[in-house]
């Protein structure tokens, strides 16, 4: 009797797990049509808290960036550059600070020093290319959404000068 109350936790338990887990299916085999979009805030959602800092990366390319300073009374030159990392990504657009170094900003002007770009890394959601998430609701219909993934990325903030 024991041995038969084992089995039924441990099928109850593996039967659990299948439920939670999400099921996929590849991204080929689905009609394009049937494949529905996750909307801007539900992005949000998933990219997590911290995710999304306005002062580097924007959803739409008609936001603003939220202004920084940076470099006030400093050697280095820096160049702000906006890049887009295409539909496939949450946020798809992120601005990157480019150094421009001559090779005499900093001092002493030996070239011992130059000026470094400073990073941070943050988190962006990448379209899953080859799967999509399926779901069946309680009437047995199928559903499916993009699959997103968090990734890591480096931004470019600043520059110093360091040797």
Not at 97 to 118: A, Q
Not at 121 to 140: I, M, Q
Request: glycine share 6%; hydrophobic share 35%.
């Amino acid at each position: 009797m024991a041995a038969v109350r084992f089995l039924l936790v441990i099928s109850l338990s593996c039967f659990h797990v299948s439920l939670a887990r999400p099921k996929t299916a590849f991204r080929f085999r689905v009609d394009n049509s049937k494949i529905k979009s996750l909307d801007a805030m539900e992005l949000l959602e998933l990219l997590g808290e911290g995710g999304l800092s306005p002062e580097y990366m924007k959803i739409y390319d008609s936001d603003d960036f939220n202004p920084v300073k940076r470099n006030e009374g400093q050697a280095c030159k820096s160049v702000e550059v906006i890049e887009d990392l295409s539909d496939d990504y949450f946020p798809r657009y992120v601005k990157n600070i480019v150094c421009v170094d001559t090779g005499y900003t900093c001092k002493p002007s030996d070239g011992s020093f130059s000026c470094v770009k400073t990073t941070i890394v943050k988190h962006v959601l990448k379209r899953e290319d080859r799967y999509v998430l399926e779901h069946v609701d309680d009437s047995g219909k199928t559903e499916y959404f993009d699959l997103w993934k968090r990734q890591e990325i480096e931004i470019g903030v600043g520059c110093e000068c360091s040797n």
